[in-house]
């Protein structure tokens, strides 16, 4: 089971290899992708930020 990916004000908030893992930023970029695909805006482009001690 998968647990809740929490977003605040800043971001994603977890712990580094905790909450944060490649599998739920897999899991983050799939549900982006999921809303931004049907909507037609993908040409718009979109930024991604991240943080480099992961």
Same mark, same amino acid.
């Given at each position: 089971?998968?647990?809740?990916?929490?977003?605040?004000?800043?971001?994603?908030?977890?712990?580094?290899?905790?909450?944060?893992?490649?599998?739920?930023?897999?899991?983050?970029?799939?549900? =982006?992708?999921?809303? =931004?695909?049907?909507?037609?805006?993908?040409?718009?482009?979109?930024?991604?930020?991240?943080?480099?001690?992961?």
């Amino acid at each position: 089971m998968h647990q809740r990916i929490q977003f605040g004000t800043d971001g994603w908030r977890g712990v580094i290899g905790d909450d944060f893992t490649f599998a739920n930023v897999r899991r983050a970029a799939a549900a =982006v992708a999921a809303y =931004v695909r049907p909507k037609k805006k993908s040409e718009r482009g979109l930024v991604v930020g991240y943080d480099t001690r992961f």
